[in-house]
């Protein structure tokens, strides 16, 4: 039985297309796809829905393919889904060689907490960057514990796993660390009660000498 790690999947040939055919297959439990890339003609084929919707909750998944009995290693390229029910209803893969440098877009993860009262502002939540295309990290870990109130942090200021290049410009806000403006409003709002409070003692001081000074 297949797990969740396991990237091997069976596919299906199929020549019959059209929304019709795709609803029979997904009602089958199977999800269409599509393979293309290194100039082959594009191969349609049906992938087991639960193995396959496992495998793809991983961003820039690798799916070891077993095609008409030979061996295909492919890159999820795209997934299409239902936007009312999420239903997968159809996924690109791109035929990818063992060892070939690919790029990729990789989630950043950011962990770690802040200075108090401030907060992480994610400002890029993926970065790309050219890896191998067996050897695609799963995200970028991004530590943030500590980080001052205006410090920011650039793509090319990330640790990136062994192998990896940077593709993304170097000067890429990743995270912007800052005070919540909810927090400087009612950091305001006290200042302004605070000069208010003040203005009305001193103004009842300055009434209270005038009054002084008249009955004498």
């Known amino acids: 039985m297949a797990t969740e790690t396991d990237t091997k999947v069976h596919a299906e040939l199929r020549e019959n297309f059209g929304k019709g055919f795709a609803r029979r297959l997904r009602a089958a439990g199977k999800i269409p796809a599509v393979i293309y890339g290194h100039g082959t003609e594009p191969v349609h084929v049906a992938l087991p829905g639960h193995q396959t919707a496992l495998l793809v909750r991983r961003a820039n998944a690798v799916l070891e ?4 009995g030979k061996q295909q290693l492919t890159l999820v390229k795209d997934v299409q889904k239902d936007p009312v029910h999420q239903i997968i209803e159809h996924i ?3 035929v990818v060689k063992a060892g070939e440098k690919i790029q990729v877009d990789v989630p950043v993860v950011v962990v770690g907490e802040p200075e108090a009262g ?3 502002n994610l400002d890029a939540t993926t970065v790309a960057l050219e890896v191998e295309a067996t050897h695609i990290p799963e995200h970028i870990e991004l530590d943030v514990e500590g980080l001052e109130d205006g410090t920011h942090i650039t793509a090319g200021q990330l640790t990136l796993p062994r192998g990896a290049v940077l593709v ?3 000067d890429l806000l990743v ?3 800052s005070v919540p403006a909810a ?4 950091a305001d ?4 009660a605070d000069e208010a409070a003040a203005e009305e003692q001193s103004e009842e001081a300055e009434a209270s000498t005038e009054a002084q000074e008249e009955s004498e």
């Open 189 to 192: 709002e006290i200042e302004a």
């Open 118 to 120: 401030t907060i992480a």
């Open 183 to 186: 927090t400087l409003a009612a």
């Open 168 to 170: 993304a410009d170097a």
């Open 92 to 94: 690109d893969l791109v």
């Open 65 to 68: 393919l077993e095609v008409n």
């Open 175 to 177: 995270v912007a660390i």
